[in-house]
């Protein structure tokens, strides 16, 4: 069983940045593709952006793309994801998730139940 820690969340002013990092244990990612998704107070959890570890395709919601880069470090086995110009409504929680789906054509999905492990969370603030 793949077991996922984010970790760099934390306070940061509008138009500043942070790094998410997503760590694996008790597995790899080379079988899945590795999601980032946020929830804010009293809203859905929404997907942000995904990475195939193996091929290192990239996928963006478009509310973030071109201000989050997500990214992996295979030596580490850590998915990281770089925010850029951030603000006041990028605040949330941050977690990481894996699945192995494929339609045929995508690696990645928006549906959170075909992301099998999840992690336990990261909270971004940006304040105004």
């Known amino acids: 069983q793949v077991q996922l820690v ?17 760590a694996a244990s008790g597995g790899s990612f ?3 593709t590795v999601g980032w998704f946020r929830q804010a107070p009293g809203k859905e959890r929404e997907f942000v952006a995904a990475i195939r570890w193996s091929e290192d395709r990239l996928y963006y919601t478009d509310s973030v793309r071109g201000r989050f880069a997500i990214s992996r470090d ?23 998730a894996v699945t192995s789906f494929y339609d045929g054509t995508y690696y990645y999905t928006a549906r959170q139940s075909e ?5 336990q ?7 105004s």
């Open 74 to 96: 295979i030596a580490k086995n850590t998915v990281y994801l770089q925010m850029n110009s951030l603000k006041p409504e990028d605040t949330a929680v941050y977690y990481c």
């Open 115 to 119: 992301y099998r492990y999840w992690g």
């Open 121 to 127: 969370g990261t909270q971004v603030t940006v304040s």
């Open 30 to 32: 080379t079988r899945y």
């Open 6 to 22: 984010e970790s760099g969340g934390g306070l940061v002013q509008a138009g500043g940045s942070l790094r998410l990092s997503c």
